[in-house]
């Protein structure tokens, strides 16, 4: 081998670099100071990896750079009349919380390879979350909704920031520290003692602004979120002042700041969500404050569900109809697991967990209305026999007979609602608190029902509403193509075997699929909260999977060039539709939560610590040995 013969520098020495040299080197230098302070100013070290959710929530509530919050306010909604007057209030359940029965699986300790799946998935949610924030943030900020096309702020919820506050807790959740103090700052400029409208729907103003505050303060324990909380608390507390104190579905805010007025008139009809659902919000909004008016208030409603539940027109179950001014519960005929009755249903469970299972109503209502639900309503789709038919449910409408001693049986109405994939995680969710392996089955099975929803459409995103031909029994359901072809003519109106051969390939009707009457997907959350739910019970990674199916195919047809629109039309794949200019709140506070929540440790939101409100906020539940206001 040859020897290279290394020459010494002159003098002895190395020379020193020249002007030049030390001008790149000083530019170098620069250029890595610079990527490094970007990457600590980017990077989140939670948005990936094992964390724990203690160390996750020491990050995100660490306040040396942050300042403080002041609250503004043009009123003092506490100064707020009101006029029919409770003497006593029913006082929040009180003792030692029960240890309820686990929910979630004893996840082991993750492997590589479940880490090289995971990971990228929820840091590909995390950054379509940070890209849709942005585009709010620079172009709708502070208002109600971000126009996705055009880009135009849009106030839908009185003119609050419906998606500032409905987005809290995802951003702490998420990690984005800087945004979340940045969005807090807003929300301590909100004014809700001014609005845009004159009368504000009670149970959306609940569920998005009284529950994302809530759960905001949960999270990171900020002041003013609280004060907040309770200004908007004492605003929709006003809907309550009717003569028999039952809420209104609108409240007129003008009336209610009145010195002058007496109140209000309870509701002669009022759907069963709008008044069965408020339950947690003011639930929570008691436990932090110690107030028992808020409990008071809801509790009350519950007390006359659980009286009114085996005197319905199809006992057990709760109409879509309530007549409020006098608590009647008995007249109206239409039963629905979705729209105008489905969180009635799925606070159930959730209250009992969060109230450490002290009140046993919410236990004694469940167990009344679950195997009611499984019977009426729950129904098993007809298929091809190569499809697994057996393993699948969905929830329709039903239509009882105005006399529960009817002789013929009523018949179901077999329309699945997109809005409706929420039960398979409440059935799920409630076997587990009450030890029904059953329920988690049926939970199982309702959630498979939606995600086979999926599967089968051209964009592989479950339509708004759709209805199939449900089977007469569960256990054997053999297909039968003359039936679902007269079944298709039926709904459609066709005459002939050639007008159902057009029907189905101009509309991509799968086999058994009747109708789809609403073809839209509107940013809806429910099937993923269904695949989040299930996935933290079982531990089974086929749903990780259907998740990422869900979110590339719903962000293959929704995403614009800002954030993302509704699909119009989910069974159209080519050409493509381009999205209607309309984004929901729940958007970024619920679906993209849920898709990131899912491809998550299980440790971050541990079920057995936390309870999700209907718009996905969530709520800490009560423990031994903490108080009932669960800090």
Not at 307 to 319: D, I, R
Not at 431 to 442: A, H, M, T, Y
Not at 466 to 472: E, H, I, K, N, R
């Amino acid at each position: 081998m040859a020897h290279v013969k290394i020459k010494a520098p002159r003098n002895g020495a190395y020379q020193p670099f020249n002007l030049r040299q030390r001008r790149n080197l000083k530019k170098l230098y620069t250029a890595g100071v610079i990527a490094i302070l970007l990457c600590l100013y980017f990077y989140n070290p939670f948005a990936s990896g094992p964390w724990s959710f203690e160390k996750h929530a020491a990050y995100m509530n660490e306040r040396a750079h942050t300042r403080q919050f002041v609250s503004q306010q043009s009123y003092d909604w506490r100064k707020a009349p009101f006029y029919n007057k409770i003497e006593s209030y029913i006082p929040l359940p009180t003792g030692t919380p029960r240890t309820l029965p686990r929910i979630q699986f004893d996840f082991p300790e993750e492997t590589r390879a479940q880490a090289k799946f995971r990971t990228p998935r929820q840091n590909a949610v995390r950054n379509e979350f940070k890209r849709v924030w942005d585009s709010y943030r620079k172009l709708a900020w502070p208002k109600d909704e971000l126009m996705p096309v055009s880009g135009a702020g849009l106030d839908t919820f009185g003119g609050w920031g419906a998606t500032l506050v409905d987005t809290l807790d995802t951003l702490w959740i998420m990690g984005f520290k800087k945004e979340f103090y940045e969005a807090v700052g807003a929300v301590a400029r909100i004014d809700f003692g001014k609005a845009d409208v004159s009368t504000i729907s009670v149970f959306e103003t609940t569920i998005r602004y009284l529950g994302g505050l809530l759960s905001a303060y949960d999270l990171s324990g900020e002041k003013v979120l609280l004060e907040k909380a309770v200004q908007l608390g004492e605003m929709l507390y006003r809907a309550f002042d009717t003569e028999n104190n039952t809420p209104l579905d609108r409240l007129p805010l003008s009336a209610a700041q009145s010195e002058d007025g007496e109140g209000f008139s309870a509701e002669s009809s009022i759907c069963l969500a709008a008044i069965g659902s408020l339950t947690m919000e003011f639930t929570r909004l008691a436990q932090v404050t110690q107030e028992p008016k808020y409990y008071d208030a809801v509790a009350r409603i519950t007390t006359a569900m659980e009286k009114s539940q085996t005197n319905t027109t199809l006992p057990g179950l709760f109409p879509t109809w309530i007549r409020a001014h006098n608590l009647d519960f008995s007249t109206d005929v239409t039963y629905t697991m979705g729209a105008m009755a489905d969180s009635a249903y799925e606070y159930f469970p959730k209250m009992h967990a969060l109230l450490g299972g002290l009140d046993p109503a919410y236990e004694k209502i469940w167990k009344t209305a679950a195997p009611a639900i499984d019977k009426h309503l729950l129904f098993r789709p007809m298929l091809p026999d190569t499809e697994p038919g057996a393993e699948l449910l969905f929830s329709g409408d039903l239509y009882a007979h105005t006399s529960p001693s009817s002789s013929s049986p009523a018949k179901i109405d077999p329309e699945m609602q997109h809005l409706t994939c929420f039960i398979g995680g409440m059935f799920a969710l409630a076997g587990r608190l009450f030890e029904s392996p059953s329920q988690v089955d049926i939970g199982a099975k309702l959630t498979e029902g939606c995600i086979y929803a999926y599967s089968k459409t051209p964009t592989g995103i479950m339509p708004e509403k759709f209805q199939l031909v449900p089977c007469d029994s569960r256990i054997s359901c053999p297909w039968n193509a003359t039936l679902w072809e007269e079944e298709v003519r039926r709904k459609t109106y066709g005459t002939s075997h050639e007008n159902f051969l057009a029907i189905v390939e101009d509309q991509h009707l799968p086999p058994g699929f009747t109708y789809i009457r609403d073809k839209r997907y509107l940013l809806r959350p429910e099937a993923i909260e269904s695949v989040f739910i299930m996935y933290r019970i079982t531990g089974h990674e086929e749903y990780l999977v259907h998740a990422w199916d869900m979110f590339t195919h719903i962000q293959s047809a929704s995403a614009t060039t800002l954030a993302n629109g509704q699909v119009m039309n989910v069974m159209q794949k080519e050409p493509w539709i381009e999205p209607e200019d309309k984004m929901e709140s729940f958007w970024t506070a619920e679906t993209l939560k849920y898709f990131y929540l899912v491809f998550s440790p299980p440790g971050l939101i541990d079920l057995d610590d936390w309870v999700f409100n209907t718009e996905a906020h969530p709520f800490r539940r009560p423990k031994v040995g903490v108080g009932m206001e669960g800090r």
